[in-house]
């Protein structure tokens, strides 16, 4: 190709040649540098001798120690949600059934009272005897108090008292109108068939029975123990009335509550 001539070239033959002679230079640049470098020596292929200064063997490598172990670290437990029920739970509930009333007596009061009125009925007795010794014999001491035919409708009369308190409990005055006359009789017939007895297996006196049964004490002690009898009765029987009514009461209230729990259980 030709070369231009200056006035020939245009903008874009300068820019051409500019290029060519800049790549011109980079290349004789990058071989000078090339010859100018170490030659290096290879060893000949199958040679078996050691290499000329060879470089050093690398150092051998070693793993390295583990690391020591360490303690897991502290976890907080698993917070559990928490559930709030619609509901409450349901609780069982035991329910104990009324217990029947027991009912009170009236015995014990029923004894007290015979107590009682046997000390009067002593009181009574000792009283008669000394006035009918008075009237008859013009005595006024108390020597009967000396002997046993005293004490002895007395103990009769405490005796048959209790045993009808006993039996009549609760009852009314109607019940204790009956018992006053068995305590009349227990007493009579007890304190002479007791005296006889004695006269039989002591004495042997062969007109005793006739001579006890007429006898006037006897008599006067035996119409004695009816009358206390009664009207001592006549207390008991008002407070057994009390009581009756009371344990009536306490049936009701619990009849009631019987019916309540029947009805709450259904």
């Known amino acids: 190709m030709a070369a231009l001539t200056p006035d020939e070239q245009t903008p874009e033959h300068v820019v051409a040649d500019d290029s060519t002679e800049q790549v011109e230079t980079v290349v004789s640049e990058t071989v000078t540098e090339v010859e100018t470098a170490a030659p290096v020596d290879f060893p000949a292929v199958g040679s078996t001798g050691p290499v000329a200064d060879a470089p050093p063997p690398a150092p051998t490598a070693y793993p390295a120690p583990p690391a020591p172990p360490t303690a897991p670290a502290a976890t907080a437990p698993p917070v559990e949600p928490m559930y709030t029920s619609a509901t409450p739970p349901q609780q069982v509930v035991y329910v104990h059934a009324p217990v029947p009333p027991r009912n009170a007596g009236n015995r014990g009061f029923g004894v007290l009272i015979a107590v009682l009125a ?92 006739g001579l006890f049964f007429a006898s006037a004490f006897y008599i006067v002690a035996a119409i004695l123990a009816r009358e206390v009898a009664l009207w001592f009765g006549a207390i008991v029987s008002s407070r057994g009335k009390r009581v009756a009514l009371k344990n009536a009461a306490a049936r009701d209230e619990f009849q009631a509550k019987l019916a309540e729990f029947h009805a709450g259980t259904v």
Do not use: C
């Open 118 to 209: 046997a000390i009067l009925y002593a009181i009574l007795l000792a009283a008669t005897a000394w006035i009918s010794q008075y009237v008859l014999f013009g005595a006024t001491g108390f020597e009967f108090l000396k002997t046993w035919d005293f004490y002895m409708p007395v103990a009769v009369f405490v005796i048959a008292f209790i045993i009808v308190a006993v039996i009549v409990n609760r009852a009314g005055w109607v019940a204790h109108v009956i018992g006053s006359l068995f305590v009349g009789a227990a007493v009579y017939f007890g304190s002479v068939g007791i005296v006889l007895l004695v006269n039989q297996l002591v004495f042997q006196q062969q007109d005793a029975p």
